[in-house]
């Protein structure tokens, strides 16, 4: 699902909606990976008691080959049993790992930059009720909404932006996330104190 950039500078209902579906769309991804990481352990400790087993059963053919010295077949055993082992320790390593870390890590920044935009879309909601409701008869009030508006505004369209780029880079990179994310937050969490006059 693509989200537009300029549905996403007006805040417009088509916009929010499509945010509502990424959203929607990014938990359900991310309790499918949680299951995965679960089954995924699960394998590679059936995959080492395998291994274990194994290993036990080959010392028993090693200990009956005692009685007949120079067969192969259980050199060769030994070796394969070795070579699973190995095979079970990569698997650990680069499916488990790298499926955790995407759930620990990308998806915990997606949501902490979902909690930053719900913030600011709701100041930015609370600057056009407070500048729709400033008393014109007191130009000083309205020029102060104006600008806490003007703030917010920009402040909204900066980390709105930020947002869908970090969508579009999740959604096109399986997760791996963009390196600009989160670049452009500092910026705009700096003059959020300012506006609320």
Not at 16 to 39: F, G, Q, S
Not at 134 to 139: K, N
Request: glycine share 8%; hydrophobic share 35%.
């Amino acid at each position: 699902m693509t989200v537009e950039f300029e549905e996403c500078v007006k805040d417009s209902p088509r916009f929010r909606a499509t945010i509502d579906e990424v959203e929607a769309d990014v938990v359900e991804v991310e309790a499918k990976l949680d299951k995965l990481v679960k089954l995924c352990s699960g394998m590679i400790e059936a995959g080492k008691a395998y291994v274990s087993t194994n290993r036990l059963f080959v010392s028993g053919i090693r200990d009956l080959s005692q009685q007949c010295q120079g067969d192969t077949v259980i050199s060769v055993r030994g070796r394969l049993t070795s070579d699973r082992q190995i095979l079970f320790d990569q698997a650990q390593r680069s499916v488990r790992q790298q499926l955790h870390n995407f759930v620990k890590e990308d998806v915990r920044k997606f949501k902490e930059t979902k909690k930053q935009f719900d913030k600011v879309r709701e100041d930015m909601e609370l600057s056009l009720v407070r500048n729709a409701q400033a008393p014109r008869h007191r130009p000083h009030e309205v020029e102060e909404a104006a600008g806490a508006l003007s703030l917010t505004r920009k402040c909204f369209r900066h980390l709105a932006l930020d947002y869908v780029l970090q969508v579009g880079s999740q959604a096109r990179s399986g997760g791996s996330g963009g390196s600009r994310r989160g670049q452009g937050l500092g910026s705009c969490s700096e003059g959020w104190g300012s506006p609320a006059g």
